[in-house]
């Protein structure tokens, strides 16, 4: 795991950068890659590749865009940097994620449009819970007196944070992981159902999200005690509303 937290040369901050640059970065590229191979090999890009590249270089560019966000996850705040997170970034990130468009690359899919309005509506809603959720939370975070977010209910604890208990995280404790899986889901979809392997990706991330719950959950027990008993009493859904 590391054991120095945000190591730095100077200003340059080495985990933010191998979080947010090398691998995202590369998975575009890889991306891009397997479509023009697709195109040179077949001679044309099937609309389930069009489908795996725009969602997920959307997913890239929306992560860089706001960078900000991503400097208040457990990975920037709680995690050392060390090998694990070191290979996860620029190793498994690039070359696991983008592994639908490595499968379609060699196996072309056609999707009929009815597939294809499916699989895109539920990608705009998966980024619209994740975004709007993080984008919620931030802004809080940055002014609870903001416009956008004053009328937000939430739970001052003794510590003197604040736990919101309405909006996107009334609806559950991590909404944000929620809209994240349904992105998950589009993205495999869009490879069709003739071989189980392309489904790995949700498999695994189904298992990332609920350990990662599960391990914020026991350091947010210890950290507030009673008043996080008081917060799942009013948010009682860990990721899915109404269902976990």
Request: proline fraction near 3%; charged fraction near 15%; glycine fraction near 6%.
């Amino acid at each position: 795991m590391g054991r120095e937290l945000n190591p730095r040369i100077g200003l340059f901050d080495i985990k933010e950068f191998v979080e947010l640059r090398p691998g995202i970065i590369l998975w575009v590229v890889l991306n891009l890659s397997f479509a023009a191979h697709q195109y040179i090999h077949l001679g044309q890009i099937t609309n389930s590749m069009v489908l795996v590249c725009f969602f997920q270089i959307w997913y890239c560019v929306d992560s860089l865009w706001n960078e900000e966000l991503v400097l208040t996850t457990m990975d920037i705040t709680t995690e050392g940097f060390g090998y694990m997170l070191c290979f996860g970034s620029i190793t498994w990130v690039p070359f696991i994620y983008s592994f639908q468009a490595r499968y379609l690359a060699f196996h072309p899919v056609y999707l009929s449009n009815f597939v294809v309005i499916g699989i895109i509506l539920l990608q705009c809603l998966g980024f619209w819970i994740f975004r709007g959720a993080n984008s919620q939370k931030n802004a809080f975070r940055k002014n609870p007196e903001a416009s956008s977010v004053r009328h937000l209910a939430y739970i001052t604890t003794e510590r003197g944070n604040k736990l919101i208990i309405s909006g996107w995280w009334g609806k559950s404790r991590h909404i944000n992981y929620f809209g994240d899986w349904l992105m998950a889901w589009a993205w495999c979809f869009s490879t069709g159902f003739e071989n189980p392997i392309t489904y790995f990706y949700v498999v695994y991330f189904t298992i990332l999200l609920i350990h990662r719950e599960r391990r914020d959950n026991h350091m947010c027990s210890i950290k507030y005690g009673k008043d996080w008993d008081k917060y799942c009493h009013r948010v009682p859904y860990r990721i899915i509303p109404y269902i976990y």
